[in-house]
């Protein structure tokens, strides 16, 4: 399988990956306008504006873009993250044109009529609830905010119903006429899909965008603090983070297997010492996540109220026994399974045009597969064991607590754990 990629002269990417014996293609457009590149007025925009890019275009309503996809069996979604908003579809080989056709319509022609504004802000004022509601999702919500105060990563996707509330077609049209450009998008295509065919419709329906200048995000600051939000909730929850390091810091891949080997399989750490021999809580996981400057390598559990601080002393302690202790056959473990999740993920047209989009975005060019093979294959238990040990001694840290967690130790007390 072959990646191709070509740039137009607007600087409007698109880049392919054909998988030979596939009958069906995913396709899509990956705009570089995520909750990172809103103002603090336009919080949750990003979001709004992915919502409402379904709602209409010069020529297509609400229903007809999603029967024009669904007529030919495919289907089509969108998604907001912190640093990107997708637009994507997947389809039989012999309807990528149609596809690629709706999407285009639904980026470059968007009505963003009054009526289906307001139709649609109810939605989205019914989605921040239904978030409020959800304990293990809101809960990272506030530890995003802690790690990152006063800055754009620190906000929530979704926004503060008050600005969403009062967001307007203005609003909207302005934000796209500031992000939107052709420089900022790429089209990614895997599957059943021909490159030259792409380019050439691209080209047409893309060709004519005038350039824009990129917008520079504000450089992020880990600064870490606590939230606590007592609650009379069935369970206690916990979640912790660390900063961690960025896509392209060489320690990436060593923060992914770290990750893993201490909380991101039924045989790590965490999951071993806090629910099979003591437990402590149902749920306990451990993930590094990462942005195009920072990172954050983050644990969660979920616990009753009077296990809260043993649960959060325990984690700590793992922490730093891992640091002195981690063995080979665990570092080979994690991975193996960062290997086969990586490749059996790349079975999926979807996942292959994701990430197409997305290594072109934060690398300008899409790696291949043996390379990041490679570099997962390099990271030595040296490198997991540094990584571990700056992690637990040298970090920032944030967390977040809700629930009945009024007992719960507080941020500096487990800070003086780590320094013990």
């Given amino acids: 399988m072959t990646v191709n990629l070509t740039t137009l002269d607007n600087g409007f990417r698109i880049v392919t990956e054909a998988m030979p014996g596939l009958q069906s293609a995913a396709i899509g457009i990956w705009v570089n306008a995520g909750a990172r590149h809103e103002r603090e007025a336009q919080n949750g925009i990003a979001h709004f504006l992915e919502h409402m890019a379904f709602k209409g275009t010069k020529t297509r309503n609400a229903l007809t873009i999603a029967e024009a996809i669904e007529d030919v069996g495919g289907y089509i979604n969108a998604y907001t993250s912190r640093e990107v908003t997708a637009y994507y579809a997947r389809v039989l080989k012999d309807d990528v ?75 909207l049209v302005g934000f796209v006429d500031e992000h939107y450009g052709p420089g900022q998008m790429v089209l990614a295509a895997s599957g059943a899909v021909d490159h030259d065919a792409l380019v050439k419709a691209a080209e047409g329906l893309f060709g004519d ?90 644990i969660y559990a979920g616990t009753s109220a009077d296990e809260m601080a043993n649960l959060a002393q325990i984690t700590l302690d793992e922490m730093k026994r891992a640091a002195e202790d981690f063995r080979d056959d665990e570092i080979e473990r994690a991975r193996a399974q960062m290997k086969a999740g990586l490749l059996m993920g790349l079975e999926s047209p979807s996942n292959r045009a994701e990430r197409l989009a997305r290594m072109l975005q934060i690398w300008d060019r899409v790696p291949p597969l043996e390379e990041v093979v490679e570099r997962i294959d390099a990271v030595t238990l040296a490198d997991v064991r540094r990584l571990a040990e700056t992690t637990i001694t040298t970090a920032p840290a944030a967390m977040a607590l809700y629930g009945p967690v009024d007992a719960a130790p507080s941020l500096a007390a487990l800070q003086d754990r780590r320094a013990a």
Wanted: charged share 25%.
């Fill in 97 to 171: 044109p149609l596809a690629l056709d709706v999407v285009a319509d639904i980026l470059r022609n968007p009505l963003f009529e009054a009526r289906e504004i307001e139709i649609e802000r109810g939605v989205i004022l019914q989605e921040i609830g239904q978030a409020l509601d959800t304990p293990d999702d809101i809960i990272f919500d506030w530890l995003q905010e802690k790690a990152y105060p006063d800055h754009p990563l620190g906000r929530t996707i979704l926004g503060p119903e008050a600005r969403v509330g009062a967001f307007s077609r203005e609003d």
């Fill in 209 to 298: 965008m005038p350039a824009k200048a990129p917008y520079t995000p504000q450089a992020a600051r880990f600064s870490g603090g606590e939230i606590r939000r007592v609650k009379d909730l069935e369970q206690a929850h916990f979640a912790l983070a660390f900063e961690g390091p960025d896509y392209g810091h060489p320690d990436i891949y060593a923060a992914q297997i770290y990750a893993s080997a201490l909380g991101g399989s039924m045989s790590s750490r965490l999951f071993q010492e806090i629910r099979e021999k003591r437990g402590l809580c149902y749920t306990i996981f451990a993930q590094a996540g990462a942005y195009a400057d920072t990172g954050m390598m983050t």
